[in-house]
């Protein structure tokens, strides 16, 4: 028998053995999608709820308070947006999560880089305390914070709220972005100091634009939760020229306490930025976090 007449027996597909669907495989089911469908539901209710009663007049939300606006009132949008106060609060809501985000991020990333590329002792126990930073949120250091700031001089000042919110702002941070860091092979730096660059010009011209995905979620973390902080400016601003917008909505509703419809126009510009934000940058965030999860 020759070689050309020799034949191979044709392999046959692997048998599907029975019951395994995509659903054992690890695809999601109906039922997944229903569940999830339901709790964006849930969760997307209050904020449409805000929104659209922003657009009613107050006998419809005493009528009908499940109701959609019949008709459409501008009128409360137009008052907030023309209200000076407003924007003052918006601007200083922006300065204070602008400078809170920047300084997180800077700050993160450099102590995140020593952490993952030195090795020197007491290493892990100083990652084990920013760590640990995650278990202590700033509602149980609010007195000593407050008594802080003051000694300073930082009270009715935006900076007294920057500061601690950079602090509190800098466990999440590292602990993102310290396996990012960990994950550049060694190979990259000894190439790099074989062409001269020095430690410094590795780390800006490669450490930085390998960890962008997590630079870029650290910073929108930041950013959003100062933008939404209510506790910490409480306590340290009690000029109404230093407010941020949570507690400018705070006294805006107690002003216009009869004003239900003024009042949820008001809250709902409030959040309408950070959740745009938020939403422009959701793959971000999520890519930032799995590649966390996988350095």
């Known amino acids: 028998m020759t070689a050309s007449t020799l034949q191979l027996p044709a392999s046959k597909p692997p048998a599907r053995r029975p019951g ?3 659903r054992s495989r690890g695809g999601a089911g109906p039922a997944t999608y229903f569940i999830a469908l339901l709790l964006v539901a849930i969760m997307l209710t209050p904020i449409l709820y805000i929104i659209l009663g922003g657009f009613r007049t107050n006998s419809q939300i005493t009528t009908d308070p499940a109701g959609f606006p019949s008709p459409w009132k501008l009128s409360n949008y137009v008052d907030v947006l023309t209200n000076s106060t407003f924007w003052r609060e918006a601007a200083n809501s922006t300065v204070v999560a602008l400078f809170t985000a920047t300084a997180v991020v800077a700050l993160g ?6 952490l993952a590329r030195y090795s020197f002792r007491g290493r892990g126990a100083l990652y084990a305390l ?9 509602t149980v250091a609010i007195t000593p914070l407050y008594i802080l700031v003051r000694d300073i001089g930082l009270t009715n000042h935006l900076g007294g709220v920057i500061l601690p919110q950079i602090g509190f702002g800098l466990p999440t941070t590292i ?3 310290v396996p990012f860091l960990r994950a550049i092979p060694d190979e990259i730096e000894e190439a790099a100091a074989i062409d001269g660059a020095s430690k410094l010009g590795f780390f800006f011209r490669m450490v930085l634009p390998l ?3 997590g630079v870029i979620t650290t910073g929108i973390l930041a950013f959003v939760a100062s933008w939404n902080a209510y506790l910490l400016p409480l306590f340290i601003l009690n000029d109404q020229g230093a407010f941020t917008l949570p507690l400018g909505v705070q006294q805006f509703s107690s ?9 949820l126009a008001f809250t ?4 309408i930025p950070a959740l745009v934000f938020f939403s422009l940058f959701e793959r971000r965030i999520v890519g930032g976090l799995q590649g966390a999860v996988k350095g």
Request: hydrophobic fraction near 55%; charge should be neutral; aromatic fraction near 10%.
């Open 109 to 114: 990333l450099m102590a995140s880089y020593v």
């Open 175 to 177: 602990i993102i972005l």
């Open 20 to 22: 395994v669907n995509s």
């Open 268 to 271: 709902s510009l409030s959040m």
């Open 211 to 213: 960890s962008l995905p």
């Open 255 to 263: 002003q216009y306490s009869q004003d239900t419809a003024k009042v």
């Open 130 to 138: 920013f760590a640990a930073g995650l278990m202590f949120p700033i």
